[in-house]
């Protein structure tokens, strides 16, 4: 075996610490010293492309040869990011070669046997984006859904996960311990620093989960370069809105580094009665007391206020078509979904001799929401019977995760990396509520008008509900997970992977005073196989399986339970490469995925006949389809980020709806687009088109469809000076009336997407340093 090893220093001949060096192929990687030195052993003999990235600087790549048993030198003299250099980094940023999502550590995306989509931060900036929901277009196989979740894959995926661990500050679990991304809150973008995607079952590494894929939100952590940066954003709607971010390293300091961020954003709605108020605070800071250990905790404060809340759609016929204006909503102007979630995470990192590297991550999650609303119940005529609810939800949640990774030549069995990770989750539900009946059942609620609406002749507080009317439902759960991966690198042109895990859930609690306790365990692998054709064309293949807990609500004797978790099988190839010198990164994939003990609704509402949550375990359902995602720059100047999803989903059986069997799962669009270009000016302006297309889906279980529907974005950003840029947008430039998802009945109809929409913001950079 050989080595690779070097120094970096700047244009002044400075050494620099903390710069990353990475041979992609290989997924291996160093950090450099405080005097610039970094050495990579276990390299076997051939040519790598080495990489050096990080501090600030413009990231370099070099091509070197190994030979057996002697040192390669690759010396690097870095630049820092400047005006001059801006166009070619923007273009350079929008796509990522390494991700951890895939690995559970930082891996080569060319070398990972599974398709994996990144959306960078400077894709994010260029976006603007606010809501995650904006993020989803530029990810193939990926649409919108209710609320904070989405349909991947054909399957709808609720979790989202931060920082690679579970705890969503956004997410209530309603009624299940793993669909904390699920919300009638609003998920934001404030403090995120990319989003990854690893497509299919990804029960191995993250255990419960749809087999769609997994979602990982990465927040913003410490720069040792100091920054700061603020915006001012204004718009229809009432839009107003602000944010100030700072980091740096603490003067007169050893390795310490921090960061505080605030925003805060106001804007009504086009529906009736609803608005949105945001505040999001968030700090953290980097120790790194010896070039072996660092330290990030990080805190974030979220307070979301939305008067007029929880929306639910527009009510449509059997073709989807709204059946009144798209304004209209069952909610009063004083009901609300108010949210406070407070978050503090803290990961501690260790890296050895001879690549040895031990993470350990503890999140904390506290988060309660209250909702009173108006629901509806069903069109009568020419109005919407309503009930009114009030709800609370509180989830107590933490997480640690703990891996242990280290490469191991072993001759002709090649260079393995051996992953071994544990897991425990410690999570407690609360949701308390009680509902006044509507009108025509005997209750005080009354009707509302579809095309003539009256609000405010009535509120929460005319109904009379005391402590006496309320139901409560409590949970308790202990998750422990241990997984083991081996990623193996056999030559220039192998890539394997396998792995394995078991995972063990305990719950416990009342539901509606009905006491239960349950147990379930599963056993998970994974196994994906890489062959590169040249450095910058992949070949892949994997196999994987993976499982989805039951709600704890259905786990009560009254609703048929305990259940054990449904069973997801997927098989996947696919194809990766990079063209135009590396600029532009193109993946294609073709997959199958089958997922059985599908839970249905108990037509007999249990045993007793009493409970309306009763399910059976009778469904299953499989898709398959094609993907491809380009990402990357055509030209100097040039970029573009473009998929296309064809997706064939089926339901195999539902013995509760014969019906059902032949037709897609909810939302699941056979047909799916995006695309979003941007071109740089030679004064340094930008302007972009972005566009959606999603076709028609149904919802069998709803009785009613959303058609297809395209919608045009334009922007355009202009440099006022080197420090200050404004940013002008317009969604939905042909103001197109369509419908992103369609609920779970067809009393709550088909969600409205927003008609057209001009912001403008004024982005200041370089507040506080001086030029």
């Known amino acids: 075996m050989g080595s690779i090893r070097g120094r970096v220093i700047n244009e002044q001949g400075a050494p620099l610490k903390d710069i990353r060096i990475t041979i992609a192929s290989l997924s291996l990687s160093a950090l450099t010293t405080t005097e610039g030195a970094y050495v990579i052993d276990g390299v076997a003999p051939g040519a790598y492309t080495v990489v050096a990235s990080g501090g600030g600087y413009l990231p370099q790549d070099r091509v070197v040869t190994v030979a057996a048993n002697e040192p390669a030198a690759v010396d690097f003299i870095m630049g820092i990011l400047r005006t001059d250099v801006e166009v070619t980094t923007r273009l350079e940023e929008y796509r990522t070669r390494e991700a951890d999502v895939g690995m559970k550590a930082p891996a080569a995306v060319l070398d990972t046997p599974a398709s994996i989509q990144v959306v960078s931060n400077t894709l994010l900036e260029d976006r603007n984006a606010n809501d995650a929901k904006e993020i989803y277009r530029h990810i193939s196989g990926i649409t919108d859904s209710n609320y904070t979740a989405a349909i991947v894959r054909g399957f709808e995926q609720r979790e989202i996960l931060f920082n690679g661990v579970r705890g969503n500050p956004y997410g209530s679990f309603h009624g299940s311990m793993d669909e904390s991304g699920f919300s009638t809150s609003q998920s934001r973008m404030t403090n995120i620093e990319r989003v990854e995607v690893l497509k299919g079952p990804a029960s191995v590494l993250y255990g419960s989960n749809e087999p769609g894929g997994v979602v990982n939100f990465v927040t913003k952590k410490p720069k040792e370069t100091p920054d700061s940066r603020g915006s001012f954003s204004f718009g229809e709607y009432g839009l107003v809105g602000g944010s100030m971010e700072v980091t740096g390293s603490v003067a007169s300091s050893n390795g310490l580094f921090y960061r505080l961020a605030g925003y805060l954003e106001h804007k009504d709605s086009f529906r009736n009665n609803a608005k949105s108020r945001n505040l999001h605070v968030a700090s953290a800071f980097t120790w ?5 250990w660092s330290f990030t905790p990080e805190y974030e404060y979220i307070d979301q206020d939305l008067p007029g809340s929880r929306l639910r759609g527009i009510p449509v016929d059997s073709d989807g078509r709204f059946l009144t204006d798209i304004s209209w909503t069952a909610t009063e102007p004083t009901d609300f979904t108010n949210l406070l979630g407070r978050v503090f995470q803290t990961r501690a990192d260790y890296r050895g001799d001879n690549e040895l590297l031990i993470d ?7 988060y309660l929401r209250y909702e009173n609303y108006h629901e509806p119940r069903g069109v009568a005529g020419r109005v919407m019977r309503r009930e009114f609810r009030d709800q609370v939800r509180g989830n107590d949640d933490w997480t640690l995760d703990a891996n242990i990774s280290k490469p191991l030549a072993l001759g002709g069995a090649g260079i393995h990396r051996l992953l071994a990770g544990a897991v425990y989750i410690s999570q407690e539900w609360l949701f308390r509520f009680a509902t006044a009946r509507q009108s025509n059942l005997g209750g005080p609620v009354p009707d509302l008008d579809l095309f003539t609406p009256v609000y405010g002749r009535t509120r929460g507080s005319d109904y009379g509900l005391t402590a006496a009317n309320f139901t409560q ?17 056999l030559g220039e042109n192998w890539r394997l992977v396998v792995g394995g895990r078991y995972d063990r859930y305990d719950d416990e609690g009342a539901i509606a005073g009905e006491g239960f306790n349950a147990t379930h365990r599963a056993l998970t692998g994974r196994g994906g196989i890489v062959f590169k054709l040249t450095p910058a064309l992949s070949l892949y293949g994997n196999v994987s399986n993976g499982f989805v807990r039951p709600d704890p609500i259905v786990q009560t004797a009254s609703a048929n339970g305990p ?15 990079e063209l135009l010198g590396r600029r532009l990164l193109l993946t294609g994939s073709a997959y199958q995925v089958r997922k059985t003990n599908i839970l249905r609704p108990d037509p007999a509402l249990g045993p007793l006949g009493t409970n309306p949550s009763a399910v059976l375990a009778t469904g299953a359902a499989r898709n398959r389809g094609i993907e491809i995602d380009m990402t990357g720059s055509i030209t100097r100047a040039w970029n573009v ?7 064939d989903s089926e339901i195999t059986r539902d013995d509760n709806l014969q019906a059902a069997v032949g037709k897609p799962l909810p939302n699941a669009a056979r047909h799916s687009a995006g695309f979003f270009t941007q071109y740089i000016l030679s004064t340094g302006s930008r302007i972009g088109l972005s566009s959606q297309f999603v076709g028609d889906r149904t919802h069998v279980y709803a009785g009613i469809a959303a058609p297809r529907y395209s919608v045009w974005d334009l922007f355009y950003a202009h440099h006022l000076n080197e420090r200050a840029e404004i940013k002008i947008r317009m969604d939905n430039v042909f103001d197109k009336r369509y419908a992103t998802s369609s609920l779970f009945a067809a009393r709550a109809g088909n969600f409205p997407g927003q008609p057209r929409t001009l912001s403008v913001t004024l982005a200041l950079t370089s507040l506080l340093e001086r030029r």
């Open 288 to 292: 790194k007391p010896s070039e072996r």
């Open 473 to 489: 439902q409590n949970v308790d759960s202990g998750t422990v997970g241990i997984y083991l991966q081996d990623q193996i690198v």
């Open 563 to 577: 259940f054990d978790p449904s069973k997801s099988i997927a098989f996947e190839v696919g194809a990766k490469t």
């Open 641 to 647: 980020v473009a998929n296309y999803a064809f997706l």
């Open 360 to 366: 350990a991550t503890f999140r904390l999650v506290d």
